[in-house]
């Protein structure tokens, strides 16, 4: 059964992050908080547990469109062809936030997603994540954890969330009440940056 663990954003237990970067280098599975909703993310090196929340999410690995959470915009060219200068001065403002950038991957990409053409990149305003993927010293590969309620459809009370993924990943952290607004969606991958998903990011920013 998953270990439910509670952090504060403003001060987060160094004992505690060690412990759950840990279990993602060990090939487990993690739920957390971001700046919209809750995450279920595991270590981007590690195939296993790549391969446990494509079976989740019901999608072939080598097609899923996660995203990569990073700590801020310094590994973008580990994963990332090269962009101009527009298109980084566009991050640089929208970043760390509430947006996933679809941006052209580069030829160093994990194996398994060594067909794909694209990469979705969020660096998220959240102090738990960010100090996590810090300690990690990679990016975790993330998607949304969805209800089955059409209306609510992102649950954002950690103990229900516990409730329903207890028995599924191996840590929940309660990082208190996650938002139910998902983040916006640009894809700059063309001419022009197209919005794919209008979430919480302000697209005046950009």
């Known amino acids: 059964m998953a ?3 509670k952090l504060y954003e403003e001060n987060p237990n160094p004992k505690q992050i060690q412990e759950i970067v840990n279990t993602l280098r060990d090939g487990g599975l993690v739920i957390y908080p971001t700046d919209t909703v809750y995450g279920l993310g595991c270590d981007i090196t590690n195939n296993r547990a790549l391969e446990k929340i ?76 960010n100090h996590i993927v810090g300690e990690l010293g990679n990016p975790i590969v993330s998607t949304s ?34 938002g139910n607004i998902p983040s916006t969606i640009i894809d700059v991958t063309g001419r022009e940056p197209e919005l794919v998903r209008e979430g919480k990011g302000d697209i005046t920013i950009l």
């Open 3 to 5: 270990r439910l663990i």
């Open 54 to 129: 494509a079976k989740i999410k019901g999608v072939k690995l080598a097609k899923a469109n996660f995203s990569f959470i990073c700590k801020d915009l310094s590994n973008l060219s580990d994963y990332v062809k090269q962009i101009d200068n527009t298109t980084f001065k566009m991050l640089k403002r929208a970043l760390p936030g509430p947006f996933t950038f679809i941006l052209p991957g580069s030829n160093n990409l994990p194996t398994v997603f060594k067909k794909k053409k694209t990469v979705g990149i969020r660096v998220p305003d959240n102090q738990i994540c």
């Open 145 to 178: 954890i969805h209800d089955e309620d059409e209306i609510i459809e992102y649950t954002t009370d950690p103990e229900l969330i516990f409730e329903k993924w207890k028995n599924i990943v191996d840590i929940v952290i309660d990082g208190g009440y996650g």
